[in-house]
């Protein structure tokens, strides 16, 4: 099958594209916005992409054509986010933020989700999560409908007993969900294999 992307709606193409594509790593991110409210929502057009500086990016979509996401809006106001890993725990209560509400209206209050402060950034991070990497905004690139936000990483926490003192990481304790095919679909991390690189 071949699929000339440049005559598919939207639709089509994000259905191929998010299907094919897996699995993808979840962002779980929380902003806040001018008032202090915070917004929790997940987006699985993410990934790490360097190290020096550290930075992440992911891809918010707009709430309709023309209105950005509470996330994309928060962080346009604040310059702050926070990304954190998801794990099978979390899974349902993570996809169940994913609905759309009035903005001002906190997913962590609805879900009565804990959060803990955050070293750098005022935006707090969810204490049940595995993973917490807060980031301040370097820059958003909008290019047709998408908005890529590219974060800087300032601060990592790491759930007790996931990495050893060296900080390499225990594949034994660390099982984050993968995105799979839209609309409802992910991948568990539990059956993982090692393939040496050459010399």
Known sequence: MTFNLEKLPPGDRYRILASLVTPRPIAWVTTCDQDGRTNAAPYSF??????????????????????????????????EFVVHMVDEP??????????????GESELDLHTLATLPS?????????????????????????GSNRLIIGIVH???????????????????????????????YSRTNDQYEIPRPD
């Open 46 to 79: 993410f990934n790490v992409f360097g190290s020096n500086p550290p930075i992440v990016a992911f891809a918010p979509g707009n709430k309709d054509r023309s209105t950005p996401k509470d996330t994309a809006r928060n962080i346009r106001e604040t310059g």
């Open 90 to 103: 979390l899974g349902e209560v993570m996809v169940a933020t994913s609905a759309t509400l009035p903005h």
């Open 119 to 143: 070293e750098k950034v005022k935006v707090p991070r969810i204490a049940d999560a595995p993973v917490a990497l807060e980031c301040t905004e370097h820059s958003t690139i909008e290019i």
């Open 155 to 185: 601060f990592v926490h790491v759930r007790e007993g996931l990495m050893d003192e060296k900080g390499y990481l225990r594949h034994d304790s660390y099982h984050p969900l993968g995105r799979m095919s839209a609309p409802d679909w």
